[in-house]
């Protein structure tokens, strides 16, 4: 086990170091300003290098909160919303894809056989509610969210739908208060609704629980489903 630990602990440090690599070498820092030069400098193809880079977001270790006001301030919030929401969808479906290129049935066989009532409720809708409230809420790990629905076998459209749908709530989100930075007048609106979007979920019993406990580990609870109880 213990050199199990240390396998897992210079394979993320490799990782880290080559996304930092990568970032460096983009000339990419973890700013707004940055993120706006850089895909700016695109002219015609900065929607598609936007996208690419919220896809991808990962490999350059920068948040999708920071790459979705920086997509408010570039396209506007309408445009920044479309764009960010798009390269969410599409790196939740690579994470899909990676779960069930790995082997989601092994994976699954390994959970003790208490799991089986959360795997099945995770493929009910009830499971694409969590993933929707997992991906559209302002602050927590998408991934894991994503990578433990992926897990339970949820069914590819499913998921689908609810990635786009969280996508769409959280890239609106931070759009709309990418793009009130340009005007004076809208930064208090901007700021209202992004403290509305934090607070809102909180104030619905089910949706707190859910992510409180989604969001407080990284363990496959992440799948729990809003008022679901896992054993």
Known sequence: MTRRIAYTCVFLAVLIGASLALRNALDLEMTGESIRA???????????????????????????????????????????????ALGMTISGLLNYALVHVTGADKIRARFPGRFDAAIALARSRMGAGAVVIGTGYPVGLITAVQLAAAVTGMPVITFTIAVGLGALVRAGTFSFFGSSLLEGNSLLIGSLVMLAALLVPLLIPNSRAWLISAFGSNTVRAAKPPGGVIP
């Open 38 to 84: 850089f895909v700016a400098d695109a002219g015609i193809w900065a929607p598609l290098l936007f996208i690419t880079l919220v896809t991808f977001r990962a490999a350059v270790l920068i948040p999708s909160q920071v790459l979705l006001v920086a997509a408010g301030y570039l396209f506007g919030a309408t445009l920044g919303t479309l764009y960010g």
